[in-house]
Nanobody, 122 residues
């Protein structure tokens, strides 16, 4: 059974850093691409970053490139999103997702976590 569990969200100030984690509790997604998405209040869900099954390639949305780093550790079935230089516009619920395209093309990922709230104050 696929179960993705996010953690690490919280309230921070602009310029701070946070690291989100996504645990593949069911240990079933080590061989698929994974990604992070976010949804701000009143807006649709948007792509943030993705990583290949082996962690060798990554892709980022323009809005976070150079500030966020996606990584994964298959030994502990966990994906991470290191978020640096956070801005108020990064405020959103962040979701991890499994099984989708590295170069997100609008086709939904197959599996989703429940999300973790990130709030960045100015």
């Amino acid at each position: 059974q696929v179960q993705l569990q996010e953690s690490g969200g919280g309230l921070v100030q602009a310029g701070d850093s946070l690291r989100l984690s996504c645990e593949d509790v069911g240990r079933t997604l080590n061989d698929v691409n994974m990604g992070w998405f976010r949804q701000a209040p009143g807006k649709g869900r948007e792509f943030v970053a993705a990583i290949t099954w082996d962690g060798t390639r990554t892709n980022y949305a323009d809005s976070v490139r150079g500030r966020f780093i996606i990584s994964r550790d298959t030994a502990v079935n966990t994906m991470y999103l290191q978020m640096n230089s956070l801005k108020p516009e990064d405020t959103a619920v962040y979701y991890c997702a499994g099984r989708g395209s590295l170069y997100y093309d609008g086709v939904a990922f197959s599996y989703w976590g429940r999300g973790t709230q990130v709030t960045v104050s100015s």
